[in-house]
């Protein structure tokens, strides 16, 4: 029984996080849910007591999918700067592909609207990044002049600042090369001895991928 009411959650979820990332949170209303899920609305209210609670459950779902994320990349091959590029390509790819991500990230953006404290992800992308960043200077990778926290904040302004700009140009179907231009940019001011073209190039190769074009 629990299997399927956790399974029945997960439907609701994504059949909320398509209506949220079509029409926004304002725009979307149980009985919306309820004709795109199938389900009833006494259905929806069984395993969410209102619209808010199933807005922070997409939310919660897409922060969710990061530390799994984040753990696969750490444990690939390569440096610490290769593994920050790779796991920024990750993230990109579910922001473009994954519907409750962008979801997610919607509702974040339009979260004076719910009527509840909406967890945002930016602090632990922060943290994220810093730990990286400090490894890449102990690995000598990084410019002697570089603060990793500080660099840290940078990094995660350009890359969410590189999506909102995506989306609202093409709906991020450019973001992969997006993405690989912000990284030319940034990795000559962070590597000790500049080679952005080679980092990325690595980064691909450990993670199985094409260099990004």
Same mark, same amino acid.
């Given at each position: ?6 399974? /029945? %959650? %997960?439907?609701?979820?994504? =059949?909320?996080?398509? $209506?949220?990332?079509? %029409?926004?949170?304002?725009? /979307? ?5 309820? *004709?795109?899920?199938?389900? /009833? #609305? ?6 969410? *007591? ?6 922070? !459950? +997409?939310?919660?779902? @897409?922060?969710? @999918? ?9 444990? *690939?091959?390569? #440096? ?19 519907? +409750?991500?962008?979801?997610? #990230? ?19 992308? /922060? ?5 990286? $960043? ?7 990778? $990084? =410019? !002697?002049?570089? =603060?990793?926290?500080?660099? =840290?904040? @940078? ?8 999506? @909102? ?22 990795? %000559? ?15 691909? !190769? *450990? ?7």
């Amino acid at each position: 029984m629990q299997e399927r009411a956790e399974a /029945t %959650r %997960r439907f609701l979820v994504e =059949a909320a996080a398509e $209506l949220f990332e079509e %029409r926004g949170y304002a725009g /979307t209303s149980i009985s919306d849910i309820s *004709a795109r899920s199938g389900r /009833t #609305s006494g259905a929806i209210y069984f395993h969410f *007591a209102n619209k808010e609670r199933l807005a922070l !459950a +997409v939310v919660e779902a @897409t922060l969710g @999918t990061w530390p799994e994320m984040i753990a696969g990349v750490r444990a *690939a091959r390569g #440096s610490a700067l290769e593994k920050l590029v790779a796991l920024s390509f990750s993230v990109a790819r579910a922001f473009r592909d994954d519907v +409750v991500v962008r979801a997610g #990230s919607r509702l974040w953006m339009e979260r004076k609207a719910i009527d509840a404290p909406v967890p945002g992800p930016f602090g632990a992308w /922060t943290d994220t990044v810093a730990e990286l $960043l400090r490894e890449a200077a102990a690995e000598g990778e $990084l =410019a !002697a002049d570089v =603060a990793p926290e500080a660099a =840290a904040l @940078t990094v995660v302004y350009a890359f969410f600042g590189l999506h @909102t700009i995506s989306d609202a140009l093409d709906g991020r179907a450019l973001i992969e090369k997006r993405l690989r231009d912000m990284w030319l940019l940034l990795l %000559r001011a962070l590597q000790a001895d500049p080679d952005p073209a080679g980092v990325l190039g690595r980064a691909a !190769a *450990a993670a199985g991928e094409p260099a990004p074009a």
